[in-house]
């Protein structure tokens, strides 16, 4: 640690400096853990009020099981006070953003699936993720969004293959209980291809899934409670899923 700090009024003024070098740093949040690598300055990026920034390297992230979900990422630590007036001892607004981390294997997700019911098969993707943390409360609201441009996607029996995009706002998130409450979710598949029992393969299919609010629960499998809307190319996977099933 390299520092060189000046106060006032309880206040860290604008030129002084606060360096690290090889520094750890782990979060947790929802039960899952963050950790990152700290080589760089604190950034003063607004004095009213007092906004701060570091840049993180290497960040892993893993599971509520420990299972390793992303690595190598880098991201970004904003501190910013939530009054003009508050000084250095006054907690801060804590907010993690981390855009187009690479997700090398989207299989380490089916554990947040039921099983039987949908699962990820080989395929890459890009993780964007903001959390903020409010202080004092114990809650925090987030922005994941997860978006795979070729996935294998296995629906109940039938597998199909073609571009998803996962995306959902997260509210009033109790970080103790992991009990969140989710807006706006979707999860839209887009050229996507599956075979028929009879016939040609289809392509270019689309499927999109929206629940508008519902409740959640942090867990493995996730549980959500919400009413959801469902939008379709055609009927064509519905009846290739009940086609596999018999005559």
């Not at 604190?42 to 960040?59: G, I, M, T």
């Not at 441009?149 to 597998?159: G, K, M, N, T």
């Not at 040609?200 to 929206?210: K, M």
Request: proline share 7%.
């Amino acid at each position: 640690l390299d520092a060189q700090l000046k106060l006032q009024d309880g206040q860290l003024l604008p030129e002084s400096r606060l360096a690290f070098e090889e520094a750890e740093l782990r979060l947790v949040a929802l039960g899952h853990q963050i950790d990152a690598r700290l080589d760089g300055e604190l950034q003063q990026l607004s004095n009213a009020p007092p906004h701060r920034r570091l840049l993180l390297q290497r960040v892993q992230m893993r599971g509520p099981d420990g299972e390793l979900l992303l690595s190598d990422a880098g991201a970004q630590l904003d501190l910013v006070q939530a009054n003009p007036t508050d000084t250095l001892f006054d907690p801060p607004v804590v907010s993690l953003t981390m855009t187009d981390a690479a997700i090398p294997d989207l299989q380490v997700f089916n554990r947040y699936f039921p099983p039987g019911a949908l699962s990820l098969g080989d395929g890459s993707a890009r993780l964007g993720m903001g959390l903020t943390v409010v202080p004092d409360t114990g809650h925090a609201n987030g922005a994941p969004r997860l978006e795979s441009p070729l996935a294998r996607v296995q629906v109940a029996d039938l597998p199909l293959r073609g571009a998803v995009l996962i995306s959902a706002t997260l509210k009033d998130a109790d970080l103790a209980s992991r009990d969140v409450q989710v807006e706006d979710l979707r999860v839209d598949l887009a050229k996507v291809k599956f075979p028929q029992r009879e016939g040609p393969a289809v392509a270019n299919w689309w499927l999109r899934v929206h629940v508008p609010k519902a409740r959640a629960n942090v867990a493995m499998p996730l549980l959500l409670d919400g009413d959801a809307t469902l939008a379709m190319s055609d009927l064509r996977l519905v009846l290739a899923l009940f086609g596999r099933r018999g005559n």
